[in-house]
């Protein structure tokens, strides 16, 4: 159990254009979806946190007029690259939690396999 | 600010061999520790989380133990295989969606 797809898996794009990747939670509901991205041979670090029905929140430098986040509903969220630049060029990696503990930011993450975008 | 760094950055050892990867943290006050797995260009697999209240997790030939006091969780790999080699991150939850992943471990396990 506890599968997270993302779509698509790899995306090339040109400078200017927007890129919309999908996250879903197959088989539970996510109350609360993250993304990540991660630069090569970095750590993923942590883009927003969205819950669903409600506005994400965005880590400190994260532009959130470029990065869209939309959490519609309990399995699926979207981020959004809008008008993507070569430094957008990234492996994008979302997270979805069940909140099962009852404890906001204290349950399992569960990974989708990441997309991986190149903008030329 | 929480910091998280896990040590060594890389590490190749031949198989069979025991090891133990390390993740330390700079803010004690961790709702809980998470490790993953992660094969290149590919996301991340769950391995095992540790809640604040525990001090150890088993899952097969995975163990991993939490100190909060001296700020640190280890994961030990028993009888290393090839098929084990990755980076391992560590994530650590403190506060509400407050969310750190280590600096990562390398790990090249020689057939």
């Known amino acids: 159990g506890a599968v997270v797809s993302q779509h698509p898996s790899r995306v090339i794009c040109k400078s200017g254009t927007s890129v919309k990747i999908e996250c879903r939670s197959l088989?539970?509901?996510?109350?609360?979806m993250f993304w990540y991205r991660q630069f090569p041979k970095q750590s993923l670090m942590l883009m927003a946190t969205?819950?669903?029905?409600?506005?994400?929140?965005?880590e400190q430098g994260v532009e959130k007029d470029k990065f869209l986040i939309n959490h519609a509903s309990l399995t699926l969220s979207t981020l959004t690259v809008t008008s993507a630049h070569p430094e957008d060029s990234s492996f994008y990696i979302c997270?979805?939690?069940?909140?099962?503990?009852?404890?906001?930011?204290?349950?399992?993450?569960?990974f989708g396999p990441g997309t991986r975008l190149t903008v030329l | 600010k929480q910091e998280v760094t896990q040590i060594p950055a890389a590490l190749s050892v031949p198989e069979g061999e025991n090891l133990v990867l390390n993740c330390s943290f700079t803010?004690?006050?961790?709702?809980?520790l998470q490790w993953f797995r992660q094969d290149p260009g590919k996301g991340l697999t769950s391995l095992l989380l540790?809640?604040?209240?525990?001090r150890e997790q088993t899952s097969g030939r995975l163990n991993a133990s939490l100190d909060k006091s001296s700020g640190r969780s280890t994961l030990y790999i028993a009888a290393s295989q090839p098929g084990d080699s990755a980076t391992y991150l560590c994530?650590?939850?403190?506060?509400?969606?407050?969310?750190?992943f280590g600096t990562g471990t390398r790990l090249k396990v020689l057939a």
């Open positions: 540790i809640q604040s209240s525990q």
């Open positions: 803010d004690s006050a961790i709702y809980n």
């Open positions: 088989d539970f509901q996510a109350t609360t």
């Open positions: 997270s979805a939690s069940g909140g099962t503990s009852g404890r906001a930011g204290a349950d399992t993450q569960y």
């Open positions: 994530l650590c939850t403190s506060g509400t969606y407050k969310y750190i």
């Open positions: 969205s819950n669903e029905g409600s506005k994400a929140t965005y």
